[in-house]
């Protein structure tokens, strides 16, 4: 097994781990770096959608692009993210589309995705797929299937989990961004807006 940090570890934002199993990939988050987006933001006159190639161009993807090079692009079986901030989640709309995979995370997560996509008017091929908090997802590998764990921890934004892959040489956690609050506070209007369309559907 091989882990490949490709965003996320020198900055804040970015954020993209890859297992490497041999036959299997399994992708960790997909973010943004903020810091450069809105940079650009503020060179603009008027508010506009970016491609692909303008925001590789700032640093403001990760550079995924190293998994083509180690010919591991083709053996991605499964996109996981961990919660619904920008700099684990903002890349999707601009990378997913490289990868034969689907897209998973809880479903205030990836409410908060679809949202993103619709705004942007952007649509990806990928499947997406929806985990509840404290469940499990199966990934459907070359040979075998991979059990990862959703395991919900408190966070600045709704269904955060940390996630568990079990694989033959062991359990992977892939621990992202929590915080050890009881009673913890979502404040930012976003947030707040997208909580009442969320629990307004269901």
């Given amino acids: 097994m091989k882990i490949h940090t490709i965003g996320g570890f020198n900055e804040v934002g970015k954020n993209m781990t890859v297992v490497d199993m041999g036959d299997d990939v399994v992708i960790f988050d997909a973010g943004l770096y903020l810091p450069a987006v809105i940079e650009l933001q503020e060179e603009e006159i008027q508010p506009q959608t970016y ?3 303008k925001l590789r161009s700032i640093g403001a993807l990760p550079d995924d692009k ?5 010919g591991l692009k083709n053996k991605v079986r499964a996109i996981l993210l961990g919660h619904a901030h920008l700099d684990h989640i903002g890349a999707i709309p601009y990378l997913s589309y490289r990868y034969k995979a689907p897209v998973v995370g809880t ?9 993103i996509l619709q705004d942007e008017k952007i ?10 908090p404290n469940s499990s997802f199966t990934i459907k590998g070359k040979k075998r299937n991979y059990k990862v764990e959703f395991i919900n921890v408190t966070h600045s934004t709704l269904q955060t989990s940390m996630m568990a892959l079990h694989t033959p040489q062991g359990v992977v956690l892939y621990a992202n961004d929590f915080k050890l609050d009881n009673t913890p506070v979502w404040g930012c209007p976003q947030t707040i807006m997208l909580l009442k369309e969320f629990q307004n559907k269901g």
Avoid: C, M
């Fill in 123 to 132: 649509k990806i091929p990928n499947k997406i797929k929806t985990v509840n």
């Fill in 51 to 53: 491609s692909e190639k």
């Fill in 66 to 70: 190293i998994l083509d090079k180690l």
């Fill in 107 to 115: 479903p205030f997560t990836i409410a908060v995705l679809k949202k």
